[in-house]
């Protein structure tokens, strides 16, 4: 039975305890709104070069201490070195880019007969961000920094299970000098601080980044006080290889192992046309036996382990040990290890083929034609993310514009930059992070007409 007065963030690698943070009752929410929403009138009064500088400033002591944010995230989530080094940067670039926003916010002047008709981006105010364990730091940066380069405040609660770096975060705007209060962060349960965030009257906006279970009832409370909502949610990701691809690099297991699954656009699905099944197959077992799971503090490791026991419990129960599979291996001991995993003799509509596991397991399905490709990679309630490898230009083309999902890449396996557009379609979301509307999404638009023909006489 956890302490509710209290976190304990475990290193999933070795089991050992790695911190115990306090955790965030429902009268400290309320209390943090409180002060959320003084800094918020006084950093909207700040003019946007100024607020730039400011996030700049954080963006510079951000790369200051990336090394130790990367190694923070290693403790506390068991991503490995390479990866949380990319987060930490990704951090700080997304700072840059978000500053660049604050001054060029712009509204638009539309002609209206009598007078000039204006629209200007204002701040909604208070923005609650709920962010996951899988990428602790990034997705605290994605729903944060837009907010603040919008003239917002912030009050971030985190993981229960990875509350530290994104702590770290919150001190290092302080000693960069953002205002006091103006981005806290909250660690706590869920469904006491997470709750109380999205219930609370003066938060205008909720960024919610998780399981479509949690996603949906926090969407039906946001109904009650019709408060707008970003949701990021879980996905199924189709990697959609045809004939005449490049097997091996279509088939690279990084498409689903990296951050050992626990990817929301990992691509679990490996749909490949039937008539280059068997040679997939080899691609793809010899492709695991090749990958290394292990110390994710190791720089040449590139896959760790998973988060929690709970976590791999929940994995385990999708490969039952007779299930016919490619299937790698990981440390025995201490840890929550699980072996890289492609279940070969699944159904589409089976458990394994259509949830999210989210750990280091993909099936392998076969289609035979571009139309079988398009219908099974739109098969699920999901839509978040995916793949396409072929040779043939017309036929990416058609396949990448038939698939329902936000982001899909063509022979590449890429799927988040910062300066692009990021969420899902169907149930794996609603709204976009990220790219060049990610502040507009923490604005209210307002019009205002301006007559020029004088007050009426
Ligand atoms: P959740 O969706 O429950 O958690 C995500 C965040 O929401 C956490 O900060 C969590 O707090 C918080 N939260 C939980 N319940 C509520 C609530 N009622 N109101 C407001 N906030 C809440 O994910 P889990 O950690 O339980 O993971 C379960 C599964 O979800 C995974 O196995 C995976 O399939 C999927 N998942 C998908 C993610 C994605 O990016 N698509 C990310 C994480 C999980 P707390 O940590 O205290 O629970």
Not at 167 to 180: F, T
Request: glycine share 8%; net charge negative; proline share 7%.
């Amino acid at each position: 039975m956890s302490d509710p007065n209290e976190l304990t963030v475990l290193n999933p690698a070795t089991e050992e305890i790695v911190a115990t943070v306090p955790a965030a009752s429902e009268e400290d929410v309320a209390a943090a709104v409180v002060r959320a929403v003084r800094a918020q009138r006084t950093w909207a009064a700040v003019a946007p070069a100024d607020r730039a500088r400011l996030l700049r400033r954080f963006a510079d002591v951000v790369d200051a201490h990336a090394e130790e944010l990367a190694r923070l995230e290693v403790r506390e989530a068991g991503h490995t070195l390479g990866n949380a080094r990319w987060e930490a940067g990704n951090a700080r670039d997304l700072l840059l880019y978000a500053a660049g926003g604050a001054e060029r916010l712009l509204g638009r002047q539309i002609p209206a007969p009598g007078g000039w008709d204006v629209t200007f981006h204002e701040p909604l105010g208070v923005v609650g961000v709920i962010a996951p364990w899988n990428f602790p730091m990034p997705i605290a940066a994605w729903g944060s920094f837009p907010a603040l380069a919008a003239g917002n405040a912030v009050v971030l609660k985190p993981a229960e299970a990875t509350p530290l770096t994104a702590l770290r975060l919150a001190a290092l705007a302080l000693e960069a000098g953002l205002p006091e209060h103006l981005f806290q962060v909250l660690p706590g349960y869920g469904t006491t601080a997470g709750r109380a965030l999205v219930d609370h009257p003066d938060v205008a906006k909720i960024v919610f980044t998780g399981s479509t279970r949690t996603g949906r009832e926090v969407m039906e409370r946001c109904a009650r006080l019709v408060k707008p909502v970003t949701l990021e949610l879980g996905g199924k990701s189709p990697n959609v290889v045809f004939a005449d691809a490049d097997l091996t690099a279509a088939l690279d297991p990084f498409s689903f192992l990296d951050n050992c699954g626990q990817d929301c656009c990992a691509r679990t699905r490996v749909l490949v046309q039937e008539s280059v099944l068997d040679e997939a197959r080899d691609v793809l077992a010899d492709a695991l036996a090749a990958v290394v799971v292990g110390d994710p503090a190791d720089e040449k490791t590139r896959v760790g382990p998973l988060i929690s026991a709970r976590q791999r419990e929940r994995v385990r129960s999708y490969v039952p040990d007779d299930a016919p599979a490619l299937r790698g291996s990981a440390p025995d001991g201490p840890g929550f290890w699980f072996p890289p995993t492609v279940l070969t003799a699944e159904r589409p509509d089976s458990r394994a083929a259509r949830e999210e596991i989210f750990g280091p397991v993909a099936v392998l399905l076969p289609f035979t034609d571009e139309q079988d490709a398009v219908r099974l990679a739109n098969d699920t309630p999901y839509g978040l993310s995916g793949s396409v490898w072929t040779k043939d230009l017309g036929r990416a083309l058609r396949v990448s514009q038939a698939v329902r999902a936000g982001n899909l890449s063509v022979n590449s396996h890429s799927s988040v930059r910062y300066w692009t557009p990021f969420g899902g379609f169907k149930q794996s979301g609603l709204g976009r992070e990220l790219g060049p509307d990610a502040l507009t999404a923490f604005t209210e638009t307002k019009n205002v007409f301006i007559s020029t023909e004088g007050p009426a006489q």
